[in-house]
């Protein structure tokens, strides 16, 4: 059991967070390559086929979606890898790959003086929007998780959706490989909808070592807006 300074520290150190996704923005897996790779000459994503992968010592890798069917498979064989490793971020292991990623050459962008390549969702054809809270966005840090929770206190969208049902926003807690469904609500069309815990004063907390996804998706269509978002409020510890 956690001591009560540790519990007392955590709680002092807790860093306040507020993340937006909107049409094509969330990151579904984000790569990294290894020092062996050498120099990276492109990460090239072709929808409904593969992603291709070339590095000057570890030449081309192809993960063929064919093969690697859901996200995490496509997770697990990159991070097999002796030369690229990767973290799944605003998905869940269980999403299919095929028509679920932004076609084309991905740029690379740095954070925290690392390199990475973001393979974004294609969130018209996946239709979903999704943002992982997260103490840790990284790959390849080696950050402790075990001592780590999150809190969600509440989270805002717009998005015009082919119709509004039930269970179509929900909030997964995920811990490793495994997913789990804690919050369903019913999805509203058009309108700005906001959701949170005992009228803000409340919040949802993960396990330690745990993260929360928020996801909003449709059944049948989810277009290309500049309006659409999905804002998430939370607490990192």
Not at 61 to 77: I, M, N, P, Q, R
Not at 115 to 125: F, L, N, P, R
Not at 143 to 164: C, I, M, N
Request: hydrophobic share 40%; with cysteine; proline share 1%.
């Amino acid at each position: 059991m956690a001591s009560q300074d540790f519990l007392q520290s955590r709680a002092l150190a807790a860093q306040g967070i507020v993340a937006q996704v909107g049409t094509d923005t969330p990151v579904a897996l984000r790569l990294k390559a290894k020092a062996a790779a050498g120099l990276v000459t492109s990460v090239t994503v072709t929808t409904a086929t593969n992603i291709v992968a070339i590095t000057a010592n570890g030449g081309t890798e192809t993960w063929a979606f064919a093969t690697y069917d859901t996200v995490g498979k496509l997770a697990d064989v990159i991070n097999a890898s002796a030369y690229w490793e990767c973290k799944i971020l605003d998905s869940l292991r269980s999403y299919a790959t095929a028509n679920q990623f932004v076609t084309g050459a991905i740029a690379s962008s740095t954070t925290d003086g690392v390199t990475y390549y973001d393979v974004k969702v294609d969130t018209s054809t996946a239709k979903y929007f999704a943002y992982r809270l997260t103490s840790d966005r990284s790959v390849g840090q080696d950050k402790p998780k075990g001592s780590h929770r999150v809190h969600l206190l509440e989270f805002v969208y717009y998005a015009t959706l082919g119709g509004a049902n039930a269970d179509m926003v929900l909030v997964y807690e995920v811990k490793g490989t495994v997913e789990t469904q804690k919050i369903a609500y019913t999805s509203v069309s058009a309108t700005k909808t906001t959701e949170n815990f005992a009228s803000g004063q409340g919040y949802h907390t993960s396990a330690d070592g745990s993260e929360l996804v928020v996801v909003l998706k449709d059944a049948s269509s989810l277009g290309d807006a500049t309006a659409n978002y999905l804002r998430v409020v939370g607490k990192l510890e």
